[in-house]
Nanobody, 124 residues
Framework: QVQLVESGGGLVQAGGSLRLSCAAS????????MGWFRQAPGKEREFVAA????????NYADSVKGRFTISRDNAKNTVYLQMRSLKPEDTAVYYC?????????????????WGQGTQVTVSS
């Protein structure tokens, strides 16, 4: 069974930075693409970023491009989301997820496993 555990969320002022981590259980972490999504109150879950199994290819939502960086360390079974120049509209619960295969899709249904989420709050 795959388990994903996010950490690193918190309260930060606008313009600040946070780094989220997602630790995965299981020996097949490096076989799959990974993604980050977020969900604000009253809104649908939205794609943030995805990274290929090797880390060589990434995909970002337009709203975070140039501010967020996704990376992974397959030796540590961990995927990261470095967030810079945070804005109040980035406030949401952030989830990491494992893609069902090797794609970099932006839709939730392409992801088989999800973490419990970590809250990010950006104050103005």
């Amino acid at each position: 069974q795959v388990q994903l555990v996010e950490s690193g969320g918190g309260l930060v002022q606008a313009g600040g930075s946070l780094r989220l981590s997602c630790a995965a259980s299981g020996r097949t972490f490096s076989n799959y693409a990974m993604g980050w999504f977020r969900q604000a109150p009253g809104k649908e879950r939205e794609f943030v970023a995805a990274i290929s199994w090797s880390g060589g290819t990434t995909n970002y939502a337009d709203s975070v491009k140039g501010r967020f960086t996704i990376s992974r360390d397959n030796a540590k079974n961990t995927v990261y989301l470095q967030m810079r120049s945070l804005k109040p509209e980035d406030t949401a619960v952030y989830y990491c997820a494992r893609h069902w295969s090797t794609g970099l899709g932006a839709t939730p249904h392409e992801y088989s496993y999800w973490g419990q989420g970590t809250q990010v709050t950006v104050s103005s």
